[in-house]
């Protein structure tokens, strides 16, 4: 279906719906609940008030394209920020699925509303599939949220949903859809999650340095770190995808790691700064700008006016393997895993130095890298299973990216 027909579809639904008196709320295409907006953007503006201590976003779920390191086009489904547009815009963003979705960055204590949009599949409109956000690693999250479709609710093709989190324990997490969880994660629909502790903004003195912003509530300053970046680690197979895109029944069991990646990327488009170009060839929107694969995994530190400690908060969604990474040369230590600071009932640190990190689907490590001692340059983190350093039929390449030291 053309974005054309498919934005008629919309609007004679929409007029049929008003013809027959039905209420934008019964209507339900896109119906945001964020405290203090009145417009429905999820955000406040003008005379809108925001409460203290809250947070919104507004993401879509739907499908699009994107591409392989080695060039090779892949259909995905996946999220968009829509945060900041007006509900009538968000029921034509078509086609527009990014890949890693797009971060969610939250403060302890604060209390957020993530309305997610189901604006259905262009490709594949018979798959009547819904979504849903499941914030992976949260301990007391409401069952009604889960988003696994049986036990909690899930937004259907044209509706919406707002998840409410209370947020009180810092971490890293990662979230997902739920719905046909291997299927719409293997497509695409994962993206990072962390939530930064209510120690942030007190300084603390640690190594004989000042630290402001920390991993956990540490109350040593010992997790204080200068500069994080967030890196998820995941893969893509190439037959699910062509299934998908082809209206064929997904084989779960040949699923195969042959395109690993670095937040949806395989080296060298890790270390591309910005956005990867648009893809080339998209059938199914006439919009040829858009650029689903926006967040780089290119580190980089400048000591002269970052600092010299550096945070990766590493996670895995990849659905078939356990990954095994490394940054040789640089000393890795480990300070959290799970979204829990390693530290003992006794209180004892339970940190510990690694030349590697493995991390199975679903797992998450924060690892701290001083740079104080090293010499500048460009170090590599790359996977240690080298069989997945690879673009597919591509060698050097996959999960792989540089730490640029200055
Ligand atoms: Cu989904």
């Not at 078509?94 to 509303?113: C, D, S």
């Not at 044209?158 to 990662?174: A, C, D, I, K």
């Not at 630290?211 to 770190?225: I, K």
């Not at 893809?279 to 995994?297: L, N, R, V």
Request: proline share 5%; net charge negative.
């Amino acid at each position: 279906m053309t974005n054309l027909t498919q934005r008629k579809l919309w609007i004679g639904l929409a007029a049929g719906a008003a013809a027959l008196g039905i209420s934008a709320s019964a209507r339900a295409a896109v119906f945001v609940q964020c405290p203090g907006d009145t417009n429905g953007d999820a955000t406040w503006t003008g005379s809108e008030t925001r409460p203290a201590n809250t947070s919104c976003m507004h993401i879509t779920g739907g499908d699009g394209f994107v591409t392989m390191a080695d060039g090779r086009q892949m259909y995905n489904f996946g999220f968009e920020d829509v945060t900041g547009t007006r509900p009538a815009d968000v029921v034509l963003n078509l086609a527009r699925a990014n890949f890693v979705a797009p971060t969610i960055e939250l403060q302890e204590g604060n209390k957020f509303y993530l309305t997610l949009t189901n604006v259905g599949m262009v490709a594949r409109p018979d798959l009547f599939d819904a979504h849903s956000v499941h914030f992976h690693g949260f301990a007391n999250q409401a069952p009604i949220f889960d988003g696994v479709p049986e036990p909690s609710i899930t937004p259907n093709m044209g509706s919406s949903l707002t998840y409410f989190y209370n947020l009180t324990e810092p971490g890293t997490y990662m979230y997902h859809c739920h719905f046909e969880a291997a299927e719409h994660i293997q497509m695409g629909m994962q993206g990072q999650l962390f939530v930064k502790p209510r120690q942030d903004g007190t300084p603390k003195v640690f190594g004989g340095r000042t630290y402001t912003r920390f991993v956990y509530n540490d109350g040593d300053g010992s997790t204080g770190y200068d500069k994080a970046v967030a890196l998820q680690l995941t893969a893509f197979d190439t037959a699910t995808h062509e299934s998908d895109l082809n209206i064929q029944p997904i084989d779960f069991n040949s699923m195969k790691t042959v395109y690993p990646m670095i937040n949806g990327r395989g080296y060298p488009d890790t270390i591309n700064p910005g956005a990867l170009p648009p893809t080339q060839f998209d059938p199914y929107t006439a919009d040829t700008t858009y650029q689903s694969q926006k967040i780089t995994s290119l580190v980089t530190l400048d000591r002269g006016t970052e600092g010299t400690r550096l945070l990766l908060r590493l996670s895995n969604l990849g659905v078939a393997d356990y990954y095994t990474v490394t940054a040789l040369g640089l000393p890795m230590k480990v300070v959290g895993a799970g979204a829990r600071q390693l530290r003992g009932p006794s209180g004892k640190d339970l940190y510990y130095d690694t030349s590697s990190v493995t991390l199975g689907g679903g797992e998450s490590a924060e690892v701290m890298i001083d740079t104080a001692s090293v010499s500048p340059g460009t170090y590599f983190l790359y996977t240690r299973n080298l069989n997945f350093l690879s673009n597919n039929q591509d060698d050097y390449g996959g999960l792989m990216t540089e730490i640029v030291v200055r």
